[in-house]
């Protein structure tokens, strides 16, 4: 039976969106992902862990691929660690920027005085108050060297994000994470995390949508950042198995990184949405009806690969809670209601 009812984002007035693995992989657009966006009628800010582009450069490569953005829609890790920043340390500081141009713009919007990491080398005589390390592509051991000492020395470390990978149009890239990684070794210091898993990226975004966050639905294609991060922001979220998690990762995934539903691709956010549900024996999504007996699935009539996928992750998310199956028996049942690997 084809879903009916009211379309999914027509449960919120706001969407935030992210974009690597989402709309885009390096510099071309998922499948779908452009004509499924322009067909949404509320607002969508585009919030992005890779803090190296400004937002107007985002917002002019979402627009060549055939959307309308302006870089207002656009929030990014850098602004949300600028604007910790604000109210860690004293107005017009100085703060040494690490990583790419929109380090460094979001810092001088907020009014800072921001060093690079070649002015700290040359004039040692530089105090800095704060670090703001993001991603950028040309950051070396040098750049790294110049936050540790900063850091050693006293100065408030912030970093937008953890990501310790970065999809790319040719693979999976080493991250942020990775780089904060070896400032964290050389200084066994922890810095403040901004972007997602943690709230002030979406806090940023709610902000500026003018809306609660119970009331914006978060979208996006990892659990261990965009879900998190939803979650510890107080707002539903959408995982697309369009990047880098999967069917077989999201089944493993503890309450605080499990999405309120799962989708295909964008697409879905303009259809009815069918969730997964139980009557205490089995576990129901569309035409699909299953449960877990002596450890195989037992399949009554199997649905579209969506809706097995959802009857699937809920009964062994439920099995996997109550203790009824543990991680390798989750694992071995998986591949059958993973259409995505």
């Known amino acids: ?188 210091q922890e810095p403040r995390v901004v972007g997602k898993p943690y709230a002030p990226l979406y806090e940023l975004c709610a902000a500026r949508l003018e809306e609660a966050p119970a009331r914006v639905l978060a979208v996006g294609d990892r659990l261990d950042t965009d879900i998190a991060g939803a979650v510890a922001a107080g707002m539903d979220s959408a995982l697309v198995l369009t990047g880098i998690d999967s069917v077989t990762t999201l089944v493993s995934a503890p309450a605080a990184m499990r999405p309120t539903y799962l989708l295909e691709d964008l697409r879905s956010l303009s259809a009815a949405y069918v969730p997964a549900e139980t009557d205490y024996s089995w576990w129901v999504c569309g035409q699909d009806r299953r449960r877990v007996v002596d450890g195989s699935w037992e399949v009554a009539s199997k649905g579209t690969a969506i809706e097995a996928a959802r009857a699937g992750v809920a009964c062994l998310h439920e099995a996997l809670d109550l203790g009824d199956l543990d991680d390798d028996a989750v694992q071995r049942l998986v591949p059958e209601i993973d259409a995505w690997q």
């Open 1 to 188: 039976m084809p879903a009916s009812g009211p379309h999914l984002v027509d449960r919120y007035a706001a969407v935030v969106c992210d974009l690597d693995g989402v709309v885009y992989r390096g510099p071309d657009a998922v499948d779908h992902a452009v004509s499924a966006l322009a067909a949404l009628t509320v607002p969508i800010v585009y919030a992005t862990n890779n803090a190296s582009r400004p937002p107007d450069e985002v917002a002019g490569h979402l627009t060549d691929l055939g959307l309308h953005v302006r870089a207002r829609d656009v929030a990014t890790s850098s602004q949300a660690g600028a604007a910790v920043l604000r109210d860690l340390v004293p107005a017009g500081s100085k703060i040494l920027a690490i990583g790419g141009i929109g380090v460094r713009e979001a810092l001088q919007h907020q009014g800072f005085d921001v060093a690079t990491p070649e002015q700290t080398r040359e004039a040692l005589d530089h105090v800095v108050a704060g670090v703001l390390q993001g991603y950028g592509a040309a950051v070396t051991a040098a750049d790294l060297s110049e936050a540790a000492y900063a850091v050693a020395a006293g100065a408030v470390w912030v970093a937008t994000n953890t990501d310790a990978t970065l999809p790319t149009h040719r693979g999976t890239a080493p991250g942020n994470g990775t780089l904060v990684a070896a400032v964290q070794r050389a200084t066994g």
